[in-house]
């Protein structure tokens, strides 16, 4: 399984964009990319998954460079609500077996 | 649609004691997962189930620790007996396939003293 590395934390402020990259240097040809989010006192839950290119749906964009050793989770508009922890997890995905890092702890502040 | 329930959400025990998890994924989901997240750390895989039949289980301590899933429905994990390092939380979680998306529950908060 791919080892993944993510910033221990980072900052915001309520509606700037917030790019979280990780990275894959060993990401297998049949591995994805998936993210997840984890509140306090709560079970991580999914938000994006891909493969290449770029993947966009309500809640982020995920953004894939060609060589697929990097991937950047982007989350527009960060509100409070925000503030959670994020895993970049790579596998692959006909097993599903996911493997978390540390994750990276996003403060919003107002 | 219900999401995964655990109970109980939090359990304090001293060393040596047993306890006891308990999970119910969401109807129809033919996958279960239990995980341990210890605090500050990620979740790590405990054991996998494909309805009642396990999947993955390398990275359970079989000495202290066991899990089942009788009815490929509910699923119960034990510690026995629990050590200081035990204290953790303990997700469940559960797929429509092991392709699928993973839904976790709230998690069971573990503290043995």
């Known amino acids: 399984l791919a080892k993944t590395t993510q910033p221990i934390s980072m900052d915001s402020y309520e509606g700037q964009e917030v790019n979280i990259t990780c990275s894959h240097n060993?990401?297998?040809?049949?591995?994805?990319i998936t993210w997840y989010q984890q509140f306090p006192s709560q079970g991580p839950r999914f938000i994006i998954q891909?493969?290449?290119t770029k993947v966009t749906n309500e809640v982020a964009s995920l953004f894939i460079p060609a060589d697929r050793k990097s991937s950047t989770l982007s989350l527009p508009r960060v509100s409070l609500s925000d503030t959670a922890v994020y895993y970049c997890?790579?596998?692959?995905?006909?097993?599903?077996?996911?493997?978390f890092g540390t994750g990276t702890r996003l403060l919003v502040s107002p | 649609e219900a999401g995964v329930a655990q109970s109980p959400r939090y359990k304090i025990i001293e060393k040596r004691q047993s306890v006891a998890f308990w999970c119910n994924p969401i109807?129809?989901?033919?996958?279960l997962y239990w995980y341990q997240q210890i605090l500050g750390q990620g979740p790590k895989l405990l054991i996998q189930?494909?309805?009642?039949?396990?999947?993955?289980d390398s990275q359970l301590p079989k000495d202290r620790f066991s899990a089942e899933r009788l009815k490929g429905v509910d699923s119960t994990l034990k510690i026995q007996p629990a050590k200081l390092e035990d204290s953790a939380v303990y997700l469940c979680?559960?797929?429509?396939?092991?392709?699928?998306?993973?839904?976790f529950g709230p998690g069971t908060r573990l503290t043995v003293l």
């Open positions: 979680a559960s797929s429509l396939d092991s392709r699928d998306t993973q839904y």
């Open positions: 060993n990401i297998a040809t049949n591995d994805y």
């Open positions: 891909g493969y290449k």
């Open positions: 997890l790579v596998g692959d995905v006909s097993f599903q077996k996911l493997v």
């Open positions: 109807s129809g989901h033919a996958t």
């Open positions: 189930f494909q309805n009642n039949g396990v999947v993955d």
